[in-house]
């Protein structure tokens, strides 16, 4: 499975960005997606989930009312729409392919990343 994360850009407090996450390649409905981030100087933290195939979704508590997971299967692709960004919502957003979890560990496929800038 490949993955391609896109939709990352430089917005200000408050803004939105819809970040999208294109799947490629073999069986990619057998896997949940999920998006995590790092900031500089931080480990990697989850931060959304969802299933390919039932669309449960699962999301950090630090973007829960802010941020909606959701996917369009006729595309292959998951969308993270992120709402009143915060600037400790920047970082480098990757999307990855695999268990469904909010462990990293357990996620087989990850995208290139996209940087997400909030100004204040």
């Known amino acids: 499975v490949q993955l391609q994360a896109s939709g990352g850009g430089l917005v200000r407090a408050g803004g939105s960005l819809r970040l999208s996450c294109t799947a490629s390649g073999r069986a990619p409905s057998s896997y949940a997606i999920g998006w995590f981030r790092q900031a500089p100087g931080k480990e990697r933290e989850f931060v959304a989930t969802?299933?390919?195939?039932?669309?449960?979704?699962y999301s950090a508590d630090s973007v829960k009312g802010r941020f909606t997971i959701s996917r369009d299967n006729a595309k292959n692709t998951v969308y993270l729409q992120m709402n009143s960004l915060k600037p400790e919502d920047t970082a480098v957003y990757y999307c990855?392919?695999?268990?469904?979890?909010?462990?990293?560990?357990?996620?087989?496929?990850w995208g290139q990343g996209t940087l997400v800038t909030v100004s204040s």
């Open positions: 990855a392919g695999g268990g469904g979890t909010s462990y990293s560990n357990r996620y087989l496929y």
């Open positions: 969802i299933t390919w195939s039932g669309g449960t979704t």
